[in-house]
């Protein structure tokens, strides 16, 4: 892996933009690819449950070079849909999660560099 870090897929691109646009979907979990080189989509759901999505990031996990399986950090986004005060409606706000257990393998929580979270986030 070089230096700069992972690259963000196009899959990516792709769900952000039918979540964010189209309204495709209520969130979409993102890993790292098992070479360590590219930000891949892991799951995007339309499924409203926040408690069902939490789960799945505090359940996810990541194989070491080694073969073996661990807790592992991920990236999401999630559309979070909320009420105003004043009663004047709903409004909607996408929300950039960055995920990485305390209990999760070193070298695991060391591969998601700055320059892929700056990546991440532009979108």
Same mark, same amino acid.
């Given at each position: ?16 933009? !039918? ?15 098992? !070479? ?88």
């Amino acid at each position: 892996m070089s230096q700069s870090g992972a690259t963000v897929s196009q899959e990516c691109i792709t769900a952000f933009n !039918d979540l964010k646009l189209a309204k495709k979907y209520k969130y979409i979990i993102f890993k790292l690819s098992d !070479d360590n080189r590219e930000i891949v989509v892991e799951e995007a759901s339309a499924d409203k449950d926040w408690e069902a999505f939490r789960e799945k990031l505090v359940k996810a996990t990541t194989k070491s070079k080694t073969g073996a399986v661990g807790k592992g950090p991920r990236y999401a986004v999630y559309d979070f849909e909320y009420s105003l005060a004043s009663g004047e409606g709903s409004r909607n706000k996408i929300t950039f999660i960055a995920w990485s257990p305390d209990d999760a393998n070193v070298m695991a929580k060391m591969v998601p560099t700055t320059k892929t979270t700056s990546s991440m986030t532009r979108y």
